[in-house]
């Protein structure tokens, strides 16, 4: 069973930086696609960026040149670096295994996607 659990999460100025990881279990991180989503208070869910296993990378508008998705396969582990972060940043961010990586985002989500619980970023002064 593919298992992920978020970390790194929590309050930071705006323009400052924070570090999301998620850490995998169950499956072998190398043959997966990979993906970070957001849900801010009020909205729904939104990819943000998602890794194939060739780590080709894409990115939504909204974090284009401020965020960096990456995967470290020896530790089973994806990251998501956040700079310049701005207060509409802030949401719960929800790690996602087996996903679609597409360039539209709308194609990410598919039935056998395992989520995790999220990890709450802020971004505030």
């Known amino acids: 069973q593919l298992q992920v659990v978020e970390s790194g999460g929590g309050l930071v100025q705006p323009g400052g930086s924070m570090r999301l990881s998620c850490a995998t279990s169950g499956f072998t991180l190398a043959n997966y696609a990979m993906a970070w989503f957001r849900q801010a208070p009020g909205k729904e869910r939104e990819g943000v960026s998602c890794?194939?296993?060739?780590?080709?990378?894409v990115y939504v508008d909204s974090v284009k040149g401020r965020f960096t998705i990456s995967r470290d396969n020896a530790k089973g582990t994806m990251y998501l670096q956040m700079n310049s972060l701005r207060p509409e940043d802030t949401a719960v961010y929800y790690c996602?295994?087996?996903?679609?990586?597409?360039?539209?985002?709308?194609?990410?989500?598919?039935?056998?996607?395992?989520w995790g619980k999220g990890t709450q970023v802020t971004v505030s002064s």
């Open positions: 890794i194939n296993s060739r780590a080709r990378t």
């Open positions: 996602a295994a087996n996903v679609e990586c597409m360039e539209n985002p709308l194609y990410w989500v598919n039935p056998d996607i395992s």
